[in-house]
């Protein structure tokens, strides 16, 4: 029998993906793509006294696109900005079980889509949103 290429935690937040959508009235919205894979993450953020108090996503992409997405909400929500910041992809990836290499990428994705968001906050706010800018390699580099 072939070998589940996916961890549990990833197949039930592929299956049940959590925070789908959007929020009208969001604080920040960051939209970033993979061109090679053609995923494409939107996240939505609500930010009150600081703290991200909903999140929400939509996806376009693969199984691990849409777990990534899913699993960062949740992390994300009721964390101050820079708990949210020092979430890593490598965090994202290791709170599903594990990523196969080849999807590392998606884990990726999903801390950029967040930093963009966060980024749009902070211009919303009139605050220097350059910390937040997500970095430009796609490679974790």
Not at 75 to 90: E, F, P, Y
Not at 100 to 127: F, M, N, T, V
């Amino acid at each position: 029998m072939a070998e589940q290429p996916y961890s549990e935690k990833v197949m039930d937040h592929f299956l049940h993906p959590r925070n789908v959508g959007e929020i009208p009235d969001a604080s920040g919205i960051g939209t970033v793509g993979n061109p090679v894979c053609g995923d494409v993450m939107k996240m939505y953020i609500k930010v009150e006294n600081d703290i991200i108090v909903d999140a929400k996503f939509k996806t376009f992409g693969c199984g691990a696109a849409i777990s990534t997405s899913s699993m960062i909400t949740e992390m994300v929500k009721g964390k101050t900005i820079a708990m949210a910041l020092a979430i890593s992809n490598k965090a994202v990836a290791e709170a599903l079980g594990g990523l196969p290499a080849i999807k590392l990428h998606c884990s990726i994705l999903a801390e950029q889509a967040l930093r963009s968001a966060l980024a749009d906050y902070y211009k919303k706010i009139g605050k220097d949103s350059s910390a937040f800018e997500p970095k430009e390699d796609a490679h974790g580099h």
